[in-house]
C-alpha cells in the first residue's frame, strides 16, 4: 500500500488518521500537486491528494480512500450505528471537505502553508491579509458549530467516535499548527481535539513540521 500525500494537505492527513487507527502502515510519498508532475499526472489526472494504490486498486480523493478503508479495514468501525446514524457522519465529512476547506482552509493555511512553497509564478507569496482576516472570522463561526454539536453530543456526529471527527481533525490539525485557534474561547471544542490529539493515531501528524516554519507551542501538546 503506497499513499501520495502532503504533510500540510488535510485530506492527505485525513487519510494518515484513519491508517494509523486501523493500524494500516502505508508507504508515505509526498506529493506537491501543484508543480503538476508528469508521473503523477499519469498516475491521477485531476492532479489532486490523496491518491492510495492498494495491490492493484488506485483509489483518489479522501472520501473515495475513506470509504475503502472502512470496507477493507471495517475494525475499528468509523462509520457506526444505522442508516441515519451514518448519513450525519457523511453529513458532518462534506461540511468540514467543502465549507470549512472553503471559507477557512483556503483562507488561512492555504495562505500561511501551502503558498511558501508555491513558485510565485504558480501562485505563491506572501500571506494576504484580507484572506486571513476573512478566514479568522469564518473560523469562529465553525468552531462554535462544533461547540453546539458536542454540547448534546459526546462526538461530533453522535456518542461514537466516528470518520467526522477525524475530517474535523485533520482540517483544525492546519490551523492548530500556525496558532490560528483562540482554544480558550471554545472549551468544548478544546475538551474534544485534546481527546483526539491523545490518541495513538495522531502521534504522526503532531510529529509534522514545515520547512522554515515552526509549529505553535502547544501544537504536538496533547493536553494544551
Not at 42 to 57: F, H, K, Q, T, W
Not at 65 to 91: I, N, T, Y
Not at 96 to 102: C, G, I, S, V, Y
Not at 148 to 170: C, H, I, N, P, Q
Request: one cysteine or more.
Amino acid at each position: 500500500m503506497r499513499l501520495y500525500h502532503h504533510s500540510v494537505c488535510p485530506f492527505s492527513r485525513r487519510v494518515r488518521l484513519l491508517c494509523a487507527e486501523k493500524a494500516i502502515e502505508p508507504e508515505l510519498a509526498e506529493e506537491r500537486p501543484w508543480e503538476r508532475r508528469l508521473e503523477f499526472l499519469m498516475l491521477n489526472p485531476a492532479g489532486v491528494l490523496p491518491v492510495l494504490r492498494d495491490g492493484d486498486v488506485l483509489l483518489v480523493g479522501a472520501y473515495a480512500v475513506s470509504e475503502w478503508l472502512e470496507e477493507q479495514h471495517p475494525e475499528p468501525c468509523l462509520l457506526p450505528g444505522d442508516a441515519v446514524q451514518r448519513a450525519e457522519v457523511r453529513r458532518l465529512v462534506a461540511w468540514f471537505d467543502e465549507k470549512f476547506h472553503a471559507e477557512v482552509g483556503m483562507l488561512l493555511s492555504q495562505e500561511k502553508l501551502v503558498r511558501r512553497f508555491m513558485a510565485r509564478a504558480d501562485g505563491g507569496g506572501s500571506p494576504r491579509v484580507q484572506h486571513l482576516r476573512a478566514g479568522l472570522e469564518n473560523l469562529h463561526a465553525h468552531m462554535e458549530y462544533i461547540g453546539a454539536l458536542l454540547a448534546r453530543r459526546a462526538w461530533l456526529a453522535g456518542e461514537d467516535l466516528s470518520l467526522a471527527d477525524f475530517a474535523a481533525a485533520a482540517h483544525l490539525s492546519c490551523a492548530d499548527y500556525t496558532g490560528d485557534i483562540a482554544w480558550a474561547h471554545y472549551p468544548q471544542a478544546r475538551q474534544w481535539y485534546m481527546r483526539l490529539k491523545s490518541r495513538p493515531s495522531f502521534r504522526g501528524l503532531l510529529q509534522d513540521r514545515i520547512p522554515g516554519l515552526v509549529p505553535a507551542a502547544h501544537y504536538a501538546a496533547p493536553d494544551f
